[in-house]
């Protein structure tokens, strides 16, 4: 069974750095990919950052230059460290996992989603 667990969520204000964790485990495919999406009340869920199987990685236009995904494959964790962070950026944060190739490539119906864990930004 495929667990995801983040953890690094918290209060911060506008101007500082947070930086999530992800521990993955209970899945055998060699080549997945992951992301890390993002929800906020009343708005619709999106895709934050995404480290593809050959190790590229993707952003939103709105967190270039302050957001960077990474993954440590010996631990099977993904991160995602976030700095200048802004109010708008408050919202709950979801790892996800996939192996479907055509998923990978669209960035979206990810199978595997984590509980997720809250970041709010204060201004």
């Known amino acids: 069974q495929v667990q995801l667990v983040e953890s690094g969520g918290g209060s911060v204000q506008a101007g500082g750095s947070l930086r999530l964790s992800c521990a993955a485990s209970?899945?055998?495919?060699?080549?997945?990919?992951m992301a890390w999406f993002r929800q906020a009340p009343g708005k619709e869920r999106e895709g934050v950052a995404m480290v593809d199987t050959d190790g590229s990685t993707r952003y939103a236009d709105s967190v270039k230059g302050r957001f960077t995904i990474s993954k440590d494959n010996a631990k099977n964790t993904l991160y995602l460290q976030m700095n200048s962070l802004k109010p708008e950026d408050t919202a709950m944060y979801y790892c996800?996992?996939?192996?479907?190739?055509?998923?990978?490539?669209?960035?979206?119906?990810?199978?595997?989603w984590g509980q997720g864990t809250q970041v709010t930004v204060s201004s």
């Open positions: 209970g899945y055998t495919y060699s080549n997945v990919c």
């Open positions: 996800v996992v996939d192996y479907r190739w055509y998923v990978c490539r669209t960035g979206s119906d990810y199978k595997y």
